[in-house]
């Protein structure tokens, strides 16, 4: 029996998701099980892998938040969902929805686990991240560009 295009589509944005938050969880244990809090150590020029803990959302702001951050998170999650559940099928719709609910998901986990979330890609002049923010900015930038393309075409 052949699969219809709204279970595929589930699947591929679950099974993206998933991978994102392996990716993330990994990443972020192998940071925490080397460098103690604070400890940098040069990557390549001009990165470093820093471990730091960030109580608050994008770049440090509303630290010591909390469970409200927690609840904004679940919320943001739910709305992500919401969206894709209207239309599934639509072409490449799973891409941006499985990085963004794997980003949300692989934060939430941190904060949940520990109040805070492990950053620890260092660039300079830029505050700290991970490879959870990293999916999260691709998952808006290309849930844009599908609605930006969407407004473009004709009918």
């Not at 993330?24 to 001009?46: C, F, M, N, W, Y």
């Not at 609840?71 to 919401?82: F, G, M, N, Q, R």
Request: net charge neutral; aromatic share 4%; charged share 15%.
């Amino acid at each position: 029996m052949t699969e219809s295009p709204r279970v595929r589509s589930w699947r591929l944005a679950g099974a993206l998701c998933g991978v994102v938050v392996a990716l993330d969880q990994a990443s972020k244990a192998i940071v925490q099980s080397s460098l103690v809090p604070g400890e940098s150590v040069r990557a390549l020029p001009g990165v470093e892998i820093t471990n730091v803990h960030n109580k608050g959302v994008a770049f440090g702001l509303a630290g010591g938040a909390g469970i409200v951050v927690i609840l904004l998170a679940v919320a943001a999650l739910v709305l992500i969902l919401a969206t894709f559940a209207r239309d599934p099928r639509r072409r490449g719709l799973w891409i941006p929805i499985g990085l963004l609910a794997g980003g949300a998901l692989g934060n939430l986990a941190d904060r949940i686990r520990m109040d805070s979330v492990t950053d620890f890609i260092d660039l300079p002049l830029w505050p700290a991240f991970n490879l959870a923010d990293i999916a999260i900015v691709a998952g808006v930038a290309g849930l844009a560009l599908l609605l930006i393309g969407e407004v473009d075409q004709p009918g």
